[in-house]
Antibody, heavy 116, light 107 residues
Framework: EVQLVESGGGLVQPGGSLRLSCAASGFTFSSYWLTWVRQAPGKGLEWVANIKQGGSEKYYVDSVKGRFTISTDNAKKSLYLQMNSLRAEDTAVYYC?????????WGLGTLVSVSS | EVVMTQSPATLSVSPGERATLSCRASQSVSSNLAWYQQKPGQAPRLLIYGASTRATGIPARFSGSGSGTEFTLTISSLQSEDFAVYYCQQYNNWPLTFGQGTKVEIK
């Protein structure tokens, strides 16, 4: 059974940092595109970042470029999102997702709240 | 950026009826279009990819069609568990983009 389990969310002050983790099991981790998607309270889905298997390609939504970094550890089958210079508008549930073309598998999400 | 526009925002349907949801792309995305279902408090679930291919385990009452800029998700006979929010997403161009969602509610 495929499982993606996020962790690392919490309350942080504006300008602060958090590192999200996503532990994967049940699929060939290194064969999939891996993705972070977020959802602000009561709002729709927003794609945040993607990393290609092997880490050779990384893509980000403009609003997080230069602040967020996506990475993987294939040995640990884990996906990460380092988030720096956090803003109130980054408040959301952050989902990790994976797939070959579309987002086949999703975690349950972790809540990030940016507030003073 | 490819802007995805879904209509209607809310669709009121009686159980057993057909639901037709639309998604329009601001430029061609070929057939690189997926549909997701999200229920309250849950993560999204992939329904359709490649515009018309059902994901593993998705019932046959869900079907997708279209290519280029116009896409449709049809639920042939709504079941109680189908009342949810549905999102389209293009994966033809970076950044990946989602539509704003269509809420399917009980009439």
């Amino acid at each position: 059974e495929v499982q993606l389990v996020e962790s690392g969310g919490g309350l942080v002050q504006p300008g602060g940092s958090l590192r999200l983790s996503c532990a994967a099991s049940g699929f060939t981790f290194s064969s999939y595109w891996l993705t972070w998607v977020r959802q602000a309270p009561g709002k729709g889905l927003e794609w945040v970042a993607n990393i290609k298997q092997g880490g050779s390609e990384k893509y980000y939504v403009d609003s997080v470029k230069g602040r967020f970094t996506i990475s993987t550890d294939n040995a640990k089958k884990s996906l990460y999102l380092q988030m720096n210079s956090l803003r109130a508008e980054d408040t959301a549930v952050y989902y990790c997702a994976g797939g070959v073309v579309a987002l086949d598998y999703w975690g349950l999400g972790t809540l990030v709240s940016v507030s003073s | 950026e490819v802007v995805m526009t879904q209509s209607p925002a809310t669709l009121s349907v009686s159980p057993g009826e057909r639901a037709t949801l639309s998604c329009r792309a601001s430029q061609s995305v070929s057939s690189n279009l997926a549909w997701y279902q999200q229920k309250p408090g849950q993560a999204p679930r992939l329904l359709i990819y490649g515009a018309s291919t059902r994901a593993t385990g998705i019932p046959a009452r869900f079907s997708g069609s279209g290519s280029g800029t116009e896409f449709t998700l049809t639920i042939s006979s709504l079941q109680s568990e189908d009342f949810a929010v549905y999102y389209c997403q293009q994966y033809n161009n970076w950044p990946l983009t989602f539509g704003q969602g269509t809420k399917v509610e009980i009439k």
